[in-house]
């Protein structure tokens, strides 16, 4: 006879969006625009060239709107390099110009 199959754990909620929490933001090509023209403008910066689509850390700075969904953010996006890309009202999500929480 089988054995009846356990329930499985529900998955833990997300810790609770604050100023320094780390997120993942989706780099969108007006992103890759910005971060090209910063750092032509400045040439003491520089890194990898970023590429639409790619996926950097990012950490909140101010929870804009945490009473509506998506939650929306201002952070501060570390480049591959010596620089960084400051996004303002950043919606969660999963496409390009959005945040999500890191996979666990």
Do not use: C
Request: proline share 12%; no cysteine; charged share 25%.
């Amino acid at each position: 006879m089988a054995k009846p199959l356990a329930p499985q754990p529900a998955a833990p909620a997300p810790p609770p969006l604050i100023p320094g929490r780390i997120v993942h933001y989706k780099l969108s090509l007006r992103d890759v625009f910005a971060i090209r023209d910063q750092r032509f403008a400045n040439p003491y910066l520089g890194g990898d060239t970023p590429k639409e689509g790619d996926v950097l850390p990012m950490m909140v700075v101010r929870v804009v709107r945490a009473d509506v969904k998506p939650v929306l953010v201002n952070g501060q996006v570390w480049l591959d390099g010596n620089d960084a890309l400051w996004v303002r009202a950043v919606r969660e999500g999963g496409a390009v110009g959005e945040w999500s929480w890191p996979r666990r």
